[in-house]
């Protein structure tokens, strides 16, 4: 069974940082995208990063507002993918969750909140 388990957020001052971690199981984590998004209160959930396989380069995509601050890595080894957020805005806060897709089934966590204070 597929598990992706969060963790790593907490509360910060505007302009710190944070690295969130995403542990998977049940799958070969090295094969896949994995992905993070983040929802805040009253808001849709979006897209903050992308990391490709190893194998496809590893290469990686951000969002706009997240662009130059936010770095999504992975370590398959440990099949963990993570985040580091620096230079953290109040409106970065939110629940932050890790997402795969594996033979066309969406897996996402529980989610780790992220809240950045003024």
């Known amino acids: 069974q597929v598990q992706l388990v969060e963790s790593g957020g907490g509360l910060v001052q505007a302009g710190g940082s944070l690295t969130l971690s995403c542990v998977g199981s049940?799958?070969?984590?090295?094969?896949?995208?994995m992905k993070w998004y983040r929802q805040a209160p009253g808001r849709e959930r979006e897209w903050v990063a992308v990391i490709s396989a190893v194998s496809a380069g590893a290469n990686t995509l951000y969002s706009d507002f997240v662009k130059g601050r936010f770095t999504i890595s992975r370590d398959d080894a440990r099949n963990t993918v993570y985040l580091q957020m620096k230079n953290l805005e109040p409106e970065d806060t939110a629940v932050y969750y890790c997402?795969?897709?594996?033979?066309?089934?969406?897996?996402w966590g529980q989610g780790t909140q992220v809240t950045v204070s003024s």
């Open positions: 997402g795969t897709v594996r033979n066309t089934i969406s897996y």
């Open positions: 049940g799958f070969t984590s090295s094969t896949g995208v």
